[in-house]
């Protein structure tokens, strides 16, 4: 299908979303919106995707939504949000976000939706909702804290101000930085990696980390052990095993 506000490509089962209104420094609108989910959506359906990686094009990752932009003439506007993060988080398989440039507002509550971001040396980050008398509408006020921690996670929120990207490194922000030109061939490196692991056991370690953060202790491990043993009963366990056996590179199908 084509878009005109991302592309999407997909390849050796890496499925790669690239955030496509640059001159606009890929602000969210209606169209991207409704474009990305629709990505999102077919991607759920493709059996050949095992890994996703998503960026933008131009200098930034993506400055936010319309209402979150202090200089437009007209009055911001709440109703101008057009959630999106829902549907990256939706999807089962690892999500790689290469952050290519500032991740703002609505932008890093898109980023934070994605389980591994690695950012160019060049980006910031920050939520300014608060200066125009909002506050985060895309998940950012619950995936921030449980990725950073309430503190650090609070003073972003409160003070609206950005921070650069060693220091969302080291307060678990991103997972590394790159040199900007050194980014996108480091994400892919890893997303070819990921995309030759048995991809139904990459999905059950999505869904015991991800649902176990609302578990307790206890419950997060009986999940851990009910999908070790569902994994048993897969094709791809087998041809794992056989693999091993046979000091061979598995093929693994999904299945």
Avoid: W
């Avoid at 703002?104 to 060049?122: F, K, P, V």
């Avoid at 995309?195 to 176990?212: D, H, S, T």
């Avoid at 307790?216 to 009910?226: C, I």
């Amino acid at each position: 299908m084509a878009y005109s506000t991302i592309t999407l490509q997909i390849q050796d089962r890496i499925a790669r979303i690239t955030l496509n209104r640059p001159q606009s420094g890929n602000i969210i609108n209606l169209s991207m919106a409704q474009e990305l989910i629709d990505a999102c959506t077919l991607i759920k359906q493709a059996d050949d995707v095992h890994v996703v990686i998503l960026t933008g094009n131009g200098k930034d990752f993506c400055l936010g939504n319309d209402s979150q932009q202090p200089l437009k003439k007209k009055k911001p506007s709440p109703t101008e949000v057009f959630p999106v993060a829902e549907a990256v988080a939706a999807l089962e398989i690892p999500v790689i976000c290469a952050v290519n440039g500032d991740a703002l507002g609505q932008g890093l509550e898109l980023a934070l939706a994605c389980d591994i971001r690695i950012a160019a040396d060049t980006a910031k980050f920050g939520f300014t909702d608060i200066s125009l008398g909002f506050i985060p509408t895309d998940g950012g006020t619950q995936r921030l804290p449980r990725l950073i921690g309430q503190a650090a996670a609070l003073e972003m929120l409160f003070s609206g101000e950005t921070i650069d990207a060693q220091r969302a490194c080291e307060i678990g922000l991103i997972s590394a930085v790159a040199a900007k030109e050194a980014l996108l061939p480091r994400v892919d490196a890893m997303a070819k990696s990921m995309a030759q692991k048995a991809p139904v056991a990459c999905r059950y370690i999505k869904e015991a980390v991800l649902q176990g953060l609302d578990l307790s202790l206890a419950q997060g491990l009986r999940l851990e052990a009910d999908l070790y043993f569902l994994l048993h009963t897969t094709a791809d366990r087998t041809e794992g095993i056989k693999a091993f056996q046979q000091k061979r590179h598995p093929e693994f199908k999904g299945k």
